[in-house]
């Protein structure tokens, strides 16, 4: 993780021999990108302890420096302001992604950041070798978008092409993870490798795929600090996976009356994560709905529980009136850190477990269609 980050700014110390960089965890960044000079600004941007960071220095006759210490590799970008103008339009960003890693890293560029050049120690060097992986479903994304940008409002609003998005991007994705697998295994000792992971777990944390794979890594990379956290996401994956027994929790329903899970014990239970300012769940509902409509007669129910934000209240319970949400709902009014949603593991909503009679996870992001078969499966048509 990242300790300390100094800025400072680079004019007589490029010409300086490099000592000290590659003993500590301390990590040293230099650039050299054309001639500007004030008020252009080069910005160092990345995530520490799950908090955005944002450092600036401004370039002197092209050149500029970040310096800091690192224990584990930190995905970081490095955007350069050409004008002083500051850095809030994103698309218009002259960015470039390196690790800040412990040694020198080097950067040069004859006039955008983004065509930069980078040398230095092993983590940024294996970085161009797995970009390739990386980027796939990046460039997809960005088609897909730039086809719905495209569209007319009444377009957008075709399920037929949406589905036909969605089912694109799945693909891509499937497509995406062969790629990664494939470097996971030529690459077992590459902090790439374990980079790639994360990233197929993003998409699904399915211990049973992923723990396998993870044991093929080199004991080294195991160990790491990153690898140990991995570890740890497993573990808490297992307890949420299917075939485990749903972990009990209390929530005050919208009346402010505590309300169990393991209250719903003896029922098929969807338990669906969603939130009233989330546009995919209010896209997802009417299929819930239909669901619970079909099956609530068999032994089935749904137990919502809403991600919406302190002091949204009344846009909650808005939502659950226009969408039809006649079923328990509960919500703690603490978004993203809501204490159900963070015991399970969502990372993204809408999310949902679907629970047995005895309290076993049976299924896992049921939507639509998906949904309405496996509950075929259990319940009969």
């Not at 996870?361 to 496996?374: F, M, N, S």
């Amino acid at each position: 993780m990242l300790v300390r980050n100094i800025k400072i700014i680079l004019t007589t110390l490029l010409a300086i021999p490099f000592l000290g960089y590659s003993q500590n965890n301390d990590y040293l960044l230099t650039a050299k990108i054309g001639q500007l000079s004030a008020p252009a600004k080069a910005y160092l941007s990345y995530r520490l302890n799950g908090n955005n960071v944002l450092d600036s220095v401004v370039l002197d006759n092209g050149t500029f420096q970040f310096k800091g210490v690192v224990s584990d590799p930190i995905r970081a970008s490095l955007i350069l302001d050409h004008t002083g103008a500051g850095i809030k339009n994103k698309k218009k960003q002259d960015v470039l992604t390196i690790y800040l890693e412990k040694g020198r890293i080097q950067v040069n560029a004859t006039d955008s950041i983004k065509k930069g050049v980078v040398s230095g120690p092993k983590i940024n060097m294996e970085y161009l070798g797995y970009k390739a992986s990386e980027n796939y479903l990046g460039k997809v994304m960005a088609a897909l978008n730039w086809e719905y940008e495209k569209a007319t409002k009444e377009k957008r609003k075709d399920p037929e092409f949406q589905k036909d998005l969605e089912a694109r991007y799945a693909k891509a994705e499937a497509e995406r993870d062969v790629l990664l697998n494939k470097y996971i295994k030529a690459n077992p000792d590459s902090f790439f490798s374990l980079v790639a992971l994360k990233e197929i777990s993003d998409s699904d944390m399915d211990v049973h795929v992923l723990e396998p794979v993870f044991n093929k890594l080199s004991t080294g990379l195991k160990n790491s600090n990153a690898g140990k956290e991995f570890a740890k996401s497993m573990e808490k994956a297992r307890a949420t996976s299917i075939g485990a027994i749903a972990m009990d929790f209390s929530q005050n329903d919208m009346n402010d009356r505590p309300v169990k899970l393991s209250d719903f014990r003896g029922k098929y239970l969807l338990l669906d994560f969603w939130a009233s300012w989330c546009g995919p769940c209010r896209q997802e509902n009417p299929n819930v709905v239909k669901a619970y409509k079909t099956y609530k007669d068999k032994n089935f129910t749904v137990l919502g529980v809403s991600l919406d934000q302190p002091g949204k209240k009344q846009d909650w319970l808005q939502a659950i009136e226009k969408d039809g949400l006649t079923w328990t709902q509960l919500s703690d009014l603490q978004g993203w850190k809501n204490a159900a949603s963070t015991l399970y593991g969502v990372r993204g909503i809408p999310a949902n477990f679907l629970i047995d009679p005895q309290g076993k996870i049976v299924g896992k992001d049921l939507r639509g269609a998906a949904l309405e078969k496996k509950l075929g499966e259990l319940l009969g048509k």
